[in-house]
C-alpha cells in the first residue's frame, strides 16, 4: 500500500480532497449522494460527528497521511470546537469527504488486487483470493454509498475493507498493526472522557 499512499497522497493534495467543498465519489464511479438527501436533525449528536471525523483520519493513517498518534489530538480540538452542537453544514461537508475518502479506500484496494499486486495467503491460489476480494469490493461499495447517504456509521464497511487490507498483505487475521478502524469507539470515548 506504500506506493498506493504516495498515489493517493498527491492526488488528495492535487484536486484538493481535503477540502470540505469537493465532489465526492466521482473517482471512485460510486455517483454522489446529495447531502440534501441525508436525514439528518439540525444538529448530530457530537459523538456520531466525532465517529464519523475519526474515519475519516483513520483511512488518512492507512495511507501514511496522518500519523495514528496524532489522531486523538485532532479529535480534541474538534470536541472542544464543537462546543457541544455540529452544524448541518458541517455534517454535510464531512460525510461528502468521508465518502469520498472511503471510496478512494475500496478502490485503491481493487486496483491493487487487479494488478497483481496484493500478497495474499498462500492457502489458496492467488486467482480465487483475488475473485473474493473483488466481489466483496463491490458489495462495500455498494453499502458504503447507502450507509453514508443516509447519514448511518460506516464503521462496519470500513472494517470489512480493513480485513481485505490484511489480506492483501498476506495476513489471514489482521494483526492488531493493522486493526486501523478498530480502535475508533475506544478514541472518541477517550476524547469525550466516557
Not at 93 to 107: H, I, K, N, P, Q
Not at 160 to 177: F, I, K, V
Amino acid at each position: 500500500m506504500r506506493v498506493t499512499s504516495q498515489l493517493f497522497a498527491a492526488m488528495v493534495l492535487s484536486t484538493g480532497a481535503l477540502m470540505p467543498n469537493i465532489a465526492p465519489g466521482y473517482a471512485a464511479d460510486l455517483g454522489r449522494a446529495s447531502t440534501t438527501e441525508v436525514h439528518q436533525a439540525d444538529t448530530l449528536e457530537v459523538r456520531g460527528y466525532l465517529e464519523r471525523k475519526a474515519d475519516l483520519l483513520l483511512i488518512r493513517a492507512v495511507f501514511d497521511l496522518v500519523d495514528r498518534e496524532e489522531i486523538l489530538e485532532a479529535l480534541g480540538r474538534d470536541e472542544l470546537r464543537l462546543a457541544g452542537q455540529v452544524g448541518e453544514s458541517e455534517l454535510s461537508d464531512l460525510l461528502d469527504t468521508l465518502l469520498f475518502e472511503s471510496a478512494y479506500l475500496l478502490v485503491s484496494l481493487q486496483y491493487l488486487i487487479e494488478a497483481g499486486g496484493a500478497y495474499f495467503p498462500d492457502d489458496r491460489p492467488y486467482d480465487d483470493y483475488a475473485n473474493d476480494a473483488l466481489v466483496h469490493l463491490n458489495d462495500l461499495r455498494r453499502e458504503l454509498t447507502e450507509v453514508i447517504s443516509k447519514g448511518d456509521d460506516p464503521i462496519g464497511v470500513l472494517k470489512q475493507a480493513n480485513e481485505l487490507l490484511g489480506l492483501t498483505e498476506g495476513h489471514a487475521e489482521l494483526p492488531e498493526s493493522l486493526a486501523y478502524f478498530d480502535e475508533r469507539d475506544a478514541l472518541v470515548s477517550e476524547v469525550l472522557g466516557d
